[in-house]
């Protein structure tokens, strides 16, 4: 049950926080927003209704939520309030909105854990004797800048890239003291059948944690520049993820739905509340972190039925100077809308199986 709880709350959180993007930036363009719904499914209760008009309701299904304008799916003639009377690049920034949103809520949270709990970088702390780092000439102090000419920004960069190269050597460039250098590697795979090259990272203490002899901390510079790069990096991930799905070079059945989300934080739940709460609050944190950065790029995507295909159009009638006819924008969506329905289905099947 507390599983359950946890996902619903960071999918709600993260679908929320997408939607009051999308709010805020139709509040600054002047378009009415009729109704804010925390929820979906039949309404439960509207909570108020404020002096704009907008009206914030409560839903029965505690997944997800919406924000309905005034002449979203619809031309409203002579009402300057209508998203569909606003100009090209108003309505832009209104589909922009709920993904820069998503950007920030991740931004935030990392930047938390960065503060709260310090963080790893791609430096080499101490290469472990005999290993493939030490025996490629690898020292303590040197920061890792690229691997197969992929900029390394931060640890979890370095860790991919290592994780994608099937045991085959690569060539490391490296900082060290002001100088580059160039190194290759041979990785090994370690009890757990990742790739590894030998070496302990250096670890940088947080804002908010107690000194620790042999230790820096961090500064709040290096913290923001930490968590920006690491949305930098879940987005490319991402975006990888899905060129790899379109050329086929990795398999649908790896693609996870909420249930098969449910199923991660369930795993996860269990493994770290073995060792205190504040470890579960952290990795939860991090999976919702993770989750918005995903949903802000997905919803970027363009493809009918998401804010992507709708920014396409936009771009369209920007070029046009012509708005194209809403009933045939409004049939791409829908059958945009019924594909992603059947792929949700598809997805939902696959996380029963491997749960059963």
């Known amino acids: 049950m507390v599983s359950i709880g946890i996902t619903i709350l ?3 959180a993260a679908v929320v926080v997408h939607e009051f993007g999308h709010f805020i930036a139709a509040r600054k363009n002047g378009i009415l927003v009729e109704e804010f719904a925390i929820g979906m499914g039949p309404k439960l209760c509207t909570l108020k209704k404020d002096k704009n008009g907008t009206a914030y309701t409560l839903r029965l ?5 919406f924000c309905r304008m005034l002449g979203d799916d ?4 002579d009402n300057p309030q209508a998203f569909s009377n606003k100009k090209v690049s108003s309505r832009m920034a209104v589909m922009l909105g709920g ?3 998503n950007f920030l809520l991740a931004f935030i949270i990392f930047l938390f854990m960065c503060i709260a709990n310090g963080f790893t970088l791609p430096v080499v702390h101490h290469p472990a004797e005999g290993m493939p780092a030490a025996q490629a000439g690898m020292k303590a102090g040197d920061k890792i800048t690229h691997i197969n000419g992929t900029r390394i920004l931060v640890y979890e960069d370095f860790a991919f890239e290592l994780s994608a190269c099937g ?8 900082q060290r003291d002001g100088k580059k250098h160039s190194v290759t590697v041979i990785p090994y795979t370690d009890e757990y059948g990742d790739y590894k090259i030998g070496f302990y990272p250096e ?3 947080g804002l908010a944690n107690a000194p620790v002899e042999g230790y820096r901390r961090a500064g709040l510079g290096e913290s923001i520049a930490t968590s920006f790069n690491r949305i930098v990096f879940f987005v490319k991930v991402t975006v990888v993820g899905i060129i790899r799905l379109i050329t086929r070079s990795a398999d649908m059945a790896d693609v996870a739905g909420p249930i098969g989300f449910y199923g991660i934080i369930d795993d996860t739940y269990q493994a770290t509340i073995q060792y205190s709460v504040s470890a579960v609050v952290y990795t939860m944190l991090n999976l919702c972190a993770l989750l918005s950065a995903n949903l802000g790029v997905l919803n970027l995507l363009p493809l009918p039925a998401l804010d992507g295909g709708r920014l396409v159009f936009l ?3 920007a ?15 829908f059958v945009g809308f019924v594909l992603l329905m059947l792929l949700a289905v598809f997805i939902a099947y696959q996380d029963i199986v491997k749960l059963l």
Request: proline share 9%; hydrophobic share 40%.
């Open 10 to 12: 960071i999918f709600g």
């Open 61 to 65: 299904f505690p997944i997800g939520g």
């Open 74 to 77: 619809e031309a409203i003639p």
């Open 99 to 101: 993904s820069l949103m």
């Open 167 to 174: 045991g085959k050597p690569v060539e490391m460039r490296i």
């Open 203 to 205: 670890y940088r203490l």
């Open 315 to 317: 771009s369209f009638e």
């Open 319 to 333: 070029i046009r100077r012509k708005p194209i006819s809403q009933e045939r924008e409004g049939m791409v969506h």
